[in-house]
């Protein structure tokens, strides 16, 4: 029997992060019926009114974005489809699985290391959102862990179960 191939609808900018799918085997599909997991894109900041927060003078959301990647969200979650978030897309998932949000964290754009938890690899990435996930340990799980000795453990993937 042959192994179905994976196949992913990206939400948001996709220029990039198709290129990270294309050389893995994964194709990436024009219709979310197509697709066995959603892919959710990075951007500027969710706005604060999804977890509760007055607007930090440094936050830049986009309301209308969040609105409908929200929706869509939600409904992917009743239908249970599996998703993930890189970078924005991470926040959004973290903030609908009820986790919190940092606004403003000093000195985070730079280089960086990454755990991933499953491989146990490390991985030099590039963190240019000054923000910071504070998960829930609800519905979520933690794939890349950078720092943990400052409890900046991040969900960079989210799947909703």
């Known amino acids: 029997m042959k192994k179905k191939t994976p196949t992913v609808f990206?939400?948001?900018?996709?220029?990039?992060?198709?290129?990270?799918?294309?050389?893995?085997?994964?194709?990436?599909?024009?219709?979310?019926?197509?697709?066995?997991?959603?892919?959710?894109?990075?951007g500027g900041d969710i706005s604060p009114q999804f977890y509760d927060q007055a607007r930090h003078e440094k936050t830049y959301s986009q309301e209308k974005r969040d609105?409908?990647?929200?929706?869509?969200?939600?409904?992917?979650?009743?239908?249970?489809?599996?998703?993930?978030?890189?970078c924005r897309g991470g926040q959004l998932l973290n903030v609908?699985?009820?986790?919190?949000?940092?606004?403003?964290?000093d000195g985070h754009k730079t280089t960086h290391r990454v755990y991933a938890?499953?491989?146990k690899k490390i991985f030099r990435v590039s963190s240019v959102h000054h923000q910071l996930m504070i998960?829930?340990?609800?519905?979520?799980?933690?794939?890349?862990?950078a720092n943990e000795t400052t409890?900046?453990?991040?969900p960079a993937s989210l799947y909703f179960d």
Do not use: Y
Request: proline share 2%; with cysteine; hydrophobic share 45%.
């Open 10 to 42: 990206i939400v948001g900018t996709n220029h990039t992060i198709r290129m990270l799918f294309d050389g893995r085997g994964i194709a990436v599909v024009q219709k979310i019926k197509d697709a066995s997991f959603i892919q959710f894109t990075g």
């Open 67 to 86: 609105f409908v990647e929200a929706t869509l969200a939600r409904l992917l979650f009743k239908d249970k489809i599996p998703m993930a978030g890189i």
């Open 96 to 105: 609908l699985c009820g986790g919190d949000m940092w606004q403003d964290v």
């Open 117 to 119: 938890k499953d491989t």
């Open 135 to 145: 998960p829930t340990k609800k519905n979520s799980k933690t794939l890349l862990v």
């Open 151 to 154: 409890w900046t453990a991040f």
